[in-house]
């Protein structure tokens, strides 16, 4: 990939309201990754930001493809 650049973004993994697991949301973010040709690495680093557990992610790959990526990820967990 040319021109990548890094990005890091924490993703919300366990929702206090139980609507869904870590396992679903990784799978999903997996499967939206590819669709945007995205490389992502997960760095097992949380957080709790009072909703619930957050995962950070490095996230690479071209500018547009990464905010269409984190777009799509939002829209879909959230």
Excluded: W
Aim: proline letters at 3%.
């Amino acid at each position: 990939m040319t021109d990548e650049i890094m990005v890091e973004e924490y993703f919300l993994m366990e929702p206090d309201n139980g609507h869904y697991n870590r396992e679903y949301a990784i799978k999903l973010i997996e499967e939206i990754a590819e669709q945007y040709e995205v490389i992502i690495t997960q760095t097992h680093e949380t957080r709790d930001a009072g909703h619930g557990q957050e995962e950070l992610f490095v996230i690479q790959g071209l500018p547009d493809n990464i905010n269409c990526f984190i777009s799509a990820v939002n829209d879909a967990l959230y």
